[in-house]
């Protein structure tokens, strides 16, 4: 018996090494390109009215993951937490949001490019005002989904874990009906059906390059539309899909529900690459913005800097601000209803 818990608690260790090590490498990329992309989407926020709300919420979510990195990258090197249980709780909980507020804007960014597509002329006319009202209910669903996360990691032993935290924190123990409940509705809520929306766009979208009606222009449009979705997709599977497999198991180990400790070393390693991965979307995501939108890479684009720069010296020193017959590349009468590339 001392062996095997000797070898769980060996593979306890090697958790917290694996979490600061990926953490480390997350960090500054993560930093630097959601940072990047913000400025980015809100400079282009001006010229269009569609996705780009939605991807300013997706880099605040992965900004604001990104930011609680170093006190876990602390907590994993020294063992030992000592700014008290609030923040520990609070990192704790912001984790989940975050992680899920990716999810649920992933989600808006596949839809509002599928819609707009497919129904032109139904939604040319929406009003930007409906995607902030979209992203504040997002939030707001997201802040309350999650509260079960460290409800469940509170405890009354203050000996236990008063300098304990994340991976440490005990788990409550909740009879089997409600654990299993608990579990089988943050599965289908928080996975399941944002995985079965997202398919859906990427399905009847990847069907309407088929129409042999599609005029040339039409169908680049749909071929972008196919590109952006579909990588939303692959980025939902291979970051989110393996923590959501592996979230049930981990539960009912840290539950003591599942006692073999082979099992248990197994379902460790395994939630711990998968957690891993979930993080990494917020390194992947500024990645993405750049390969598959052209305007990400005009912004960032050297010349397009330089212009970028003299634009707002200029804005700064007219009496009047920015004129209207400024652009940078090109002048556009009404930006607001023309779709730019690929964040329509």
Request: charged residues 15%; aromatic residues 14%; proline residues 4%.
């Amino acid at each position: 018996m001392a062996t095997d818990s000797s070898g769980c608690n060996e593979e306890h260790d090697f958790s917290k090494r694996f979490y600061a090590i990926m953490y480390t490498i997350i960090l500054l990329p993560g930093l630097v390109g959601n940072s990047l992309a913000l400025w980015v989407f809100y400079e282009y926020m001006k010229e269009t009215k569609r996705a780009v709300i939605f991807m300013i919420n997706l880099a605040i979510a992965d900004l604001a993951q990104i930011l609680s990195l170093p006190l876990r990258i602390f907590y994993y090197l020294s063992e030992s937490w000592h700014l008290g249980k609030e923040i520990c709780m609070l990192c704790f909980y912001l984790k989940y949001v975050n992680m899920y507020a990716s999810i649920f804007f992933l989600v808006c960014i596949s839809v509002r490019r599928f819609l707009f597509l497919m129904y032109p002329f139904r939604f040319s006319d929406a009003k930007r005002i409906y995607d902030v009202y979209i992203c504040i209910a997002g939030w707001i669903v997201v802040c309350i989904g999650c509260l079960p996360f460290p409800l469940l990691r509170l405890t009354s032993n203050e000996t236990e874990a008063s300098n304990k935290c994340f991976v440490d924190l005990p788990v409550k123990v909740v009879d089997g009906a409600t654990s299993i409940a608990m579990v089988t509705l943050s599965e289908l809520v928080g996975f399941v059906t944002p995985l079965l929306i997202i398919l859906f766009c990427t399905w009847k979208t990847a069907l309407s390059l088929r129409e042999n009606s599609s005029v040339s222009q039409d169908l680049g449009e749909k071929q972008k539309a196919l590109k952006m979705i579909l990588t939303c997709a692959v980025v939902f599977l291979v970051c989110f899909a393996p923590y959501h497999i592996s979230f049930p198991l981990d539960y009912f180990v840290k539950a003591h529900k599942i006692q073999d400790c082979y099992a248990r070393k197994v379902i460790s390693i395994f939630h711990t690459v998968a957690l891993s991965l979930a993080s990494l979307n917020s390194c992947v995501d500024p990645v993405i913005y750049y390969f598959i939108t052209d305007e990400f890479r005009r912004r960032l684009s050297r010349q397009d800097l330089q212009d970028s720069i003299q634009l707002h010296n200029k804005y700064f020193g007219h009496p009047n601000g920015l004129d209207q017959n400024i652009g940078v590349g090109c002048v556009v009468e009404n930006p607001g209803d023309i779709p730019i590339n690929g964040i329509t």
